[in-house]
């Protein structure tokens, strides 16, 4: 296309430096598709993909239509400079007038600089639109992926999301705007440059498309090799990234066991599945482009041979025959990069599956006009009606589950681990949407609840505080992001976390670490408490911490607990058997279902499996003694 410019033009440079990217970078799929379907997406048309990418580029129309003419004019001038070379030889060797040397000089220079003009306003501009549409399509693949239903995200590894975000989108990208770009001036150098040729001579202009169906064939062939072997490549580098980010979480796990070597031979083996995928994909680009581009050369060789005759038999000047060897040149170029298009074609296909996978998900509630706000003040009346939830067709987690948690009561939950009591309470904020029966909060039913409403007036402290990598202060506003000074103070004194904060090096502005690591776990509690206090919702679900802290810590936890449970309705998956005394309404579940219910007393009077757990001593938390129970029961 546009001549002599494939070193100064970055895009048009680009399949290669992606290749060698890739190199470092991406993985082959085939293995970690068998060992895990997260890492698949539907298969799509490439037409698909281009289409849904187009639309990015509507908003940026002005600089598109811009970029386009730039190249454009960038190639008209490519055009002049063989036309001139012609009347210099002819001129030299006397076939044509004597030319105007110092003319046809400026004349070559003159054009030789507008070409690169036009093509470098052409790069200024592609680049800026290149970096729009990313922006725009990253920020809408993270708004979605932020939407997706907590379902989504059970069935995915962290780490492929992030490729996906970061790598595939780039990718998808750069078919968009080099593609089109590209596409389009490599067809119009195809459609222009034949009329040129078959002005100068017919005879020569038919030798010249010798070799296209070579070239045709060998494109159709990589088409359809390529897209499997990308795709596999893509799985592979998002498979070995999963694996890198489980394994960066789970530092202190890798190094508590002792696991490094068998974690290098873990990574080593992803690592290798990435570059055979990689090599995969060059070995037939090494032998497609190379054959590609001597195919091309094959039809400069034929005019040679067939054009030095036309000269020798006086029918063309010596001037004609290179001018037309350079504009047959000129022909076989946007071909060459027809090929590294389609290389880059392939390459997006592949990401762009893995882009729309996450753009065409079902939202957490699809068609939310139905959906209501819960009408306010909301005072925290629960019920729940005959409730039923599987996470999968085949496995009944929760059965018949009704309770009536009245505004500002507090309701244990208790049962052996896989019980459903975290599943019971995740229905509330609607984490998961209950497959039969009906949940209220103040009457209105959630599932007629906007999810915003909802999750306004639903609190939840889980078991491990999970804190974002910024500062005590940023933490705890979290729950409240227009807090004042005073009340994000009054939060931290009332979670019993004020005092540690002011003595950190930078109170409340220190920063906590990655998931809060250089907290304690009593302080990272405490934090958590303060955010839910800040948030003050009527409604809260807190899972009790499991992990045995000293007695002075608990002492300070528990009390900022109790200034968290204090008015509101509150479900307290319970470990400890301390906590479970102060319930107003104890559930005990089993295999899903709630098999006794009552105050403490009343279950101890009860002779049931809550008051043989009761009887047993010296158990701190509640699982431990079902354990102990289960023989018994
Ligand atoms: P509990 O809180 O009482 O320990 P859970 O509610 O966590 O129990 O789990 C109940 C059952 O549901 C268990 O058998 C568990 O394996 C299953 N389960 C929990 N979470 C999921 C999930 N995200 N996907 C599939 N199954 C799950």
């Known amino acids: 296309m546009v001549a002599g410019d494939d070193d100064a033009n970055p895009t048009v440079k680009r399949p290669t430096t992606k290749t060698a990217k890739a190199k470092s970078t991406s993985v082959p799929a085939a293995r970690a598709e068998q060992e895990d379907p997260t890492f698949t997406a539907k298969s799509r048309g490439t037409a698909e993909i281009i289409r849904r990418v187009a639309r990015y580029l509507q908003p940026y129309w002005l600089i598109s239509v ?34 105007n040397f110092s003319r046809l000089s400026a004349g070559l220079i003159g054009s030789f600089l507008l070409r690169d003009l ?26 979605r992926l932020q939407r997706l239903p907590v ?72 088409t359809l090799t ?128 893995r882009v729309f996978d996450i753009l065409d ?51 244990a939950l208790v049962g052996p681990t896989g019980a459903g009591k975290s599943t019971l309470v995740n229905l509330l904020p609607a984490f998961y949407e209950a497959t039969a029966g009906t949940i209220t909060i103040d009457g209105q039913p959630v599932n007629e609840t906007t999810l915003e409403s909802l999750r306004q007036n639903i609190s939840v402290v889980s078991q491990e505080a999970f804190l974002f990598n910024g500062t005590v202060r940023e933490n705890i506003v979290y729950g409240k992001l227009d807090a004042t000074e005073e009340e994000l103070f009054a939060a931290a004194r009332a979670a019993n976390c004020h005092e540690f904060i002011t003595r950190l090096p930078e109170g409340y502005d220190s920063r906590v670490g990655e998931r809060g690591v250089k907290l304690s776990v009593g302080e990272k509690q405490r934090v958590s408490i303060a955010r839910a206090l800040l948030k003050d919702a009527p409604i809260l679900i807190l899972d009790e911490a499991t ?52 105050t403490h007393e009343e279950l101890l009077a009860g002779q049931g499996l809550y008051h043989q757990l009761a009887r047993i001593q010296n158990t701190t938390f509640i699982e431990e003694g079902f354990e102990k129970l289960t023989p018994i029961s």
């Open 226 to 353: 390529a897209h499997r072997r990308y795709r596999a490549q893509r799985q592979a580098a998002s498979a070995m990234n999963a694996l890198l980010m489980d394994n960066l979480q789970g530092v202190r796990q890798v190094k508590s066991f002792g696991q490094e070597a068998h974690e290098d031979v873990r990574f080593a083996a992803r690592a290798q599945d990435l570059r055979a995928g990689t090599l995969g994909i060059m070995r037939i680009w090494a032998v497609y482009s190379p054959a590609m581009s001597f195919a091309a050369s094959l039809g400069l060789g034929l005019i040679l041979w067939v054009g030095g005759r036309e000269v020798l038999a006086g029918k063309l000047s010596p001037g004609q025959l290179v001018s037309f060897l350079i504009y047959a040149g000129l022909f076989y170029d946007p071909i060459r990069q027809l090929h590294g298009l389609n290389q880059l074609l392939q390459a997006a296909r592949a990401a762009g599956e």
């Open 361 to 411: 998900s079902p939202l957490e509630r699809a068609g939310g006009e139905s959906h209501r706000p819960l009408p306010s003040p909301v005072r925290g009346e629960v019920v729940y009606t005959d409730v039923a939830f599987d996470y999968a067709a085949e496995k009944t987690v929760l059965r018949g589950i009704s309770l009536h948690a009245r505004p500002g009561e507090m309701i």
């Open 547 to 598: 992990a045995s802290v000293d007695t002075g810590t608990e002492r300070l936890i528990q009390e900022a607990l109790d200034r968290l449970l204090r008015n509101r309705t509150s479900f307290v998956i319970a470990h400890r058997l301390s906590t479970i005394r102060q319930a107003d309404q104890i559930l005990v579940l089993r295999g899903g279902r709630i098999i006794e219910r009552g």
């Open 118 to 143: 036009f093509n470098g306003l052409r790069i200024r501009l592609n680049n800026a639109l290149e970096q729009n549409v990313i922006f725009d399509m990253r920020r809408d693949v993270y708004a």
């Open 66 to 99: 811009t970029t386009m003419g730039c190249a454009l004019l960038s190639l008209a001038f490519s055009f002049v400079y063989p036309h001139l070379i012609q009347s210099v030889i002819d001129g030299v060797s006397g076939k044509s007038p004597a030319a």
């Open 151 to 222: 379902n989504y995200f059970d069935q995915r590894a962290s780490g492929d999301l992030m490729t996906r975000v970061i790598e595939d989108v780039n990718s998808v990208e750069r078919i968009l705007i080099d593609g089109i770009e590209q596409g389009t001036l490599a067809v119009l150098a195809l459609i222009i440059v034949p009329v040129i040729l078959f002005r100068k001579s017919v005879l020569l202009g038919f030798v010249t498309l010798i070799p296209l169906p070579l070239l045709a064939g060998g494109a159709l062939w990589y």
